[in-house]
């Protein structure tokens, strides 16, 4: 009995010391980031990788399409559609990216409105045959209204349509290195190849801290996070890898609805402008913050910014 009550005790403290952390992994544009590759089973095997990390990890994603990936000048691209019924029957979840990737900044309300509508017609029938239905959007580029009267205009249209804001807290600039990474494996240098890899985690853990440290100045604890990371390449050989960085600091992962749950998700947003960045940077900004605050952003190393130009 003695041991058993030690035992909650030293778990209650774990939790109010922040030990006990949480994250949600998101992928944008799926099915798949294939740089002009159109060969169906490079596809298949990359997301089938990815798929398979996750499952080995027993991390819920959750997946935003571009539908416009599932068409040609033919109709449907079959195995496209294929690709994203197996994610949906490896027990993720999918949203709506939009159908084209469309810029809300370059883009009138009834435009971007028009493109929602029709970038989620294919993933709603997926989801509604697994019993499911599309709950999330993700704005592509991050960019939610540049003025408060357009990001307002977008909200109340997802809102009357049953979508929730799929927000990011630990943006990066993942896409980078994985068209470096690619760019790397066509000339079959697997050296480079693996110190990108190695680089990428060593980035990514860096900007992981730098977010905690962010959301414990502007909240003094920790909170759900929630990552962005694409369906490239890279990701498919460095799922693992990542996840396994993330346990290693403490966490554990859950799905879009459990990350949401956290009250800083309601914090109000005050601030517009052109950016694509993370909630906790808009958070920041919108509580007054100043350029000596975001300092010590982590940078993506010069190496990839040139080899990805």
């Known amino acids: 009995m003695r041991l058993s009550i030690l035992f909650v005790l030293f778990f209650s403290e774990l939790v109010s010391f922040g030990q006990m952390k949480q994250v949600c992994f998101s992928f944008d544009d799926l099915p798949v980031v294939n740089y002009g590759i159109a ?67 370059s883009a009138s309300i009834n435009d971007y409105s028009i493109e929602i509508i029709k970038g989620e017609i294919i993933t709603k029938k997926i989801l509604n045959s697994k019993g499911k239905s599309i709950k999330y959007f993700r704005h592509p580029f991050l960019h939610v209204g540049n003025t408060k009267e357009k990001a307002d205009s977008l909200s109340k249209f997802l809102i009357n349509r049953g979508y929730h804001i799929a927000p990011v807290t630990i943006d990066n600039e993942d896409y980078l290195f994985a068209l470096a990474y690619k760019r ?24 992981l801290k730098y977010y905690e440290k962010q959301a414990h100045n502007l909240f003094g604890r920790n ?17 693992d890898s990542l996840a396994f960085m993330f346990q290693r600091n403490n966490y554990v992962f859950v799905d879009m609805d459990t990350a949401l749950e956290d009250v800083v998700y309601k914090t109000d947003i005050s601030v517009y402008g052109n950016w694509g960045i993370s909630w906790i940077d808009k958070w920041a900004l919108s509580q007054g913050k100043k350029g000596v605050f975001f300092k010590d952003e982590p940078v993506t190393p010069e190496y990839i910014k040139k080899m990805s130009e």
Request: net charge neutral.
């Open 39 to 105: 060969d169906s089973s490079f596809q298949k095997d990359l997301i089938n990788k990815i798929i398979l990390s996750l499952k080995s990890y027993k991390i819920p994603a959750i997946g935003f399409v571009n539908e416009r990936k599932l068409y040609d000048n033919n109709g449907i691209i079959h195995y496209q559609v294929d690709i994203l019924n197996s994610w949906v029957n490896n027990g993720l979840d999918l949203g709506n990216h939009t159908y084209s990737h469309i810029d809300y900044n």
């Open 184 to 207: 790397t494996k066509e000339k079959n240098d697997t050296n480079l190849m693996k110190q990108i890899g190695r680089d990428y985690i060593g980035y990514m853990e860096k900007k």
């Open 223 to 239: 909170i759900n996070q929630i990552l962005l990371v694409h369906t490239s390449l890279l990701n498919s050989d460095y799922i």
